[in-house]
């Protein structure tokens, strides 16, 4: 359970699948390449498939990336038309609905799924988390997010964003009212289902959590009945100030971006400073980065690879998706134009961050066909081509630098990437003792995969308030009164 030691003493990674629930996740126009069938994604058939083969290969968890509005920036104001013949992150379902069909032909594969907790209503988030929590048997983890489109603000009702300062002090104030709910509305032994005393729940098992905040007031009790984790375990994806506060707070798992290994140091250094000024072990805390792995026998067939795709990329998905990512709108600058020395700082920056991840190419121009081509295959995420040895030497720098636990790791054809990964790279990650020969323990919940503790630990923020058994009053409750 946990992070495993293996007899060579290094580390092993953490691999996740890295999806969405969409035709064009970070490969905009890669939806039509012959070896790829993501159009299938409103299939369950096609989400099962996929879910079998990570959980037979070993994968820790499918993380299921979500937006809640268009990218609708290039072209804009509020144009969503570039990114439809590309199918760049649109149309895109919800991604909840996809995790009971897949936990039932899978025995071990976590999935991570990403929920917004600034259009979510506490109440109603906490009871669907619950019950997919019941029905996977304890393997759901939510991937916490505040939202940062303008499209989702005004399709839920609001003129503008909540800024996002405050939308951080909005989510402090959700996790407390859910754990409330969670943790202390029902007590531990409240649930006895005794069939001989026609009792299922003790009658003074379950508590209102009265809850009265600046944002929320929710009297409660929880609907649901503890689930397996009962809090589910927690991702978290924000790596701004008030995006790493809550992090370093409330996370178990986080999602991070990063160019370089160096770079990506001082964010792994920052959350884990931040969850000890918080009096949480920041072992308790596992660091991810996304990075788009491109593997095949050779060098030269990975690149060659690489070429093959970038032929089925589609230059306006790819300018869509950068709009959406960075509110930046290429299409009124020229095609020619370099964007190392640009007007705009935000893209000059991004440019500068890209040029390091490739020894020689400091001095190349960053014009709109190089930045299409970067984004096409694998988003703004860094990026890995090669041999196996290739890739794995660089997932072991990675490691090794930026203090990361693992990768998710996403795909530019499903299928293609990660059944290129599983025969290829797999293989060499378990020869060097960096990745999981087996199965720690078979049906583990999601806590218990990553920290090695099925319930929130006792120095997470979320564990004041546990009710237990035994007790009258939930202890928070005692605490207030």
Same mark, same amino acid.
């Given at each position: 359970?946990?992070?495993?030691?293996?007899?060579?003493?290094?580390?092993?990674?953490?691999?996740?699948?890295?999806?969405?629930?969409?035709?064009?996740?970070?490969?905009?126009?890669?939806?039509?390449?012959?070896?790829?069938?993501?159009?299938?994604?409103?299939?369950?058939?096609?989400?099962?498939?996929?879910?079998?083969?990570?959980?037979?290969?070993?994968?820790?968890?499918?993380?299921?990336?979500?937006?809640?509005?268009?990218?609708?920036?290039?072209?804009?104001?509020?144009?969503?038309?570039?990114?439809?013949?590309?199918?760049?992150?649109?149309?895109?379902?919800?991604?909840?609905?996809?995790?009971?069909?897949?936990?039932?032909?899978?025995?071990?594969?976590?999935?991570?799924?990403?929920?917004?907790?600034?259009? #979510?209503?506490?109440?109603?988030?906490?009871?669907?988390?619950?019950?997919?929590?019941?029905?996977?048997?304890?393997?759901?983890?939510?991937?916490?997010?505040?939202?940062?489109?303008?499209?989702?603000?005004?399709? !839920?009702?609001?003129? @503008?964003?909540?800024? !996002?300062?405050?939308?951080?002090?909005?989510?402090?104030?959700?996790?407390?009212?859910?754990?409330?709910?969670?943790?202390?509305?029902?007590?531990?032994?409240?649930?006895?289902?005794?069939?001989?005393?026609?009792?299922?729940?003790?009658?003074?098992?379950?508590?209102?959590?009265?809850?009265?905040?600046?944002?929320?007031?929710?009297?409660?009790?929880?609907?649901?009945?503890?689930?397996?984790?009962?809090?589910?375990?927690?991702?978290?994806?924000?790596?701004? #100030?008030?995006?790493?506060?809550?992090?370093?707070?409330?996370?178990?798992?986080?999602?991070?971006?990063?160019?370089?290994?160096?770079?990506?140091?001082?964010?792994?250094?920052?959350?884990?400073?931040?969850?000890?000024?918080?009096?949480?072990?920041?072992?308790?805390?596992?660091?991810?980065?996304?990075?788009?792995?491109?593997?095949?026998?050779?060098?030269?067939?990975?690149?060659?690879?690489?070429?093959?795709?970038?032929?089925?990329?589609?230059?306006?998905?790819?300018?869509?998706? $950068?709009?959406?990512?960075?509110?930046?709108?290429?299409?009124? !600058?020229?095609?020619?134009?370099?964007?190392?020395?640009?007007?705009?700082?935000?893209?000059?920056?991004?440019?500068?961050?890209?040029?390091?991840?490739?020894?020689?190419?400091?001095?190349?121009?960053?014009?709109?066909?190089?930045?299409? @081509?970067?984004?096409?295959?694998?988003?703004?995420?860094?990026?890995?081509?090669?041999?196996?040895?290739?890739?794995?030497?660089?997932?072991?720098?990675?490691?090794?630098?930026?203090?990361?636990?693992?990768?998710?790791?996403?795909?530019?054809?499903?299928?293609?990437?990660? @059944?290129?990964?599983?025969? $290829?790279?797999?293989?060499?990650?378990?020869?060097?003792?960096?990745?999981?020969?087996?199965?720690?323990?078979?049906?583990?919940?999601?806590?218990?995969?990553?920290?090695?503790?099925?319930?929130?630990?006792?120095?997470?923020?979320?564990?004041?308030?546990?009710?237990?058994?035994?007790?009258?009053?939930?202890?928070?409750?005692?605490? @207030?009164?």
């Amino acid at each position: 359970m946990g992070e495993t030691i293996p007899t060579s003493g290094k580390k092993q990674i953490i691999l996740n699948a890295f999806v969405m629930n969409t035709p064009g996740h970070l490969a905009p126009g890669l939806w039509k390449h012959p070896r790829n069938k993501t159009d299938q994604y409103k299939t369950l058939s096609f989400w099962t498939d996929l879910a079998q083969l990570l959980d037979k290969a070993g994968f820790h968890a499918m993380f299921i990336a979500d937006t809640l509005g268009a990218y609708d920036v290039y072209k804009g104001p509020s144009n969503v038309v570039p990114t439809l013949a590309s199918g760049a992150q649109f149309p895109v379902n919800d991604p909840l609905y996809l995790v009971p069909a897949m936990s039932a032909v899978t025995r071990n594969l976590i999935f991570g799924v990403t929920a917004s907790v600034t259009y #979510e209503k506490p109440y109603a988030l906490a009871r669907r988390l619950s019950t997919v929590d019941h029905l996977s048997q304890g393997r759901v983890a939510w991937n916490i997010v505040t939202s940062y489109l303008d499209s989702a603000a005004r399709n !839920h009702g609001l003129s @503008e964003q909540i800024p !996002h300062d405050e939308r951080y002090a909005i989510a402090d104030e959700y996790l407390e009212v859910l754990y409330k709910l969670w943790e202390g509305s029902f007590r531990d032994d409240a649930v006895l289902a005794n069939r001989h005393l026609g009792t299922y729940i003790a009658s003074d098992g379950v508590r209102e959590i009265n809850h009265k905040g600046k944002y929320f007031d929710v009297p409660g009790p929880h609907f649901c009945e503890p689930s397996p984790q009962r809090t589910p375990f927690l991702f978290q994806a924000g790596v701004s #100030e008030a995006g790493g506060q809550f992090g370093g707070k409330h996370g178990e798992a986080i999602f991070v971006g990063g160019q370089t290994p160096e770079g990506t140091r001082l964010t792994v250094d920052n959350i884990r400073n931040i969850a000890k000024q918080q009096g949480r072990d920041p072992n308790h805390i596992k660091i991810i980065v996304g990075i788009n792995v491109i593997v095949a026998a050779t060098d030269e067939e990975a690149k060659a690879k690489r070429e093959e795709y970038l032929e089925y990329a589609d230059d306006e998905g790819a300018l869509a998706l $950068f709009g959406g990512w960075t509110g930046v709108d290429l299409s009124s !600058h020229a095609d020619d134009e370099d964007f190392r020395f640009s007007h705009s700082p935000r893209v000059q920056s991004i440019v500068r961050r890209w040029s390091a991840t490739v020894p020689g190419t400091d001095s190349l121009p960053w014009t709109k066909r190089r930045i299409v @081509e970067y984004i096409s295959v694998g988003g703004l995420q860094a990026k890995v081509v090669g041999s196996p040895t290739t890739v794995a030497d660089e997932l072991e720098r990675w490691v090794e630098i930026s203090g990361v636990d693992g990768f998710n790791l996403a795909h530019i054809v499903n299928p293609g990437t990660f @059944e290129d990964i599983i025969e $290829f790279l797999l293989p060499e990650l378990r020869q060097r003792g960096l990745f999981r020969e087996e199965i720690e323990k078979e049906g583990a919940t999601a806590r218990e995969v990553f920290i090695g503790s099925n319930r929130l630990p006792e120095d997470h923020p979320g564990s004041k308030y546990k009710w237990r058994a035994g007790e009258n009053i939930p202890q928070y409750q005692t605490k @207030e009164n």
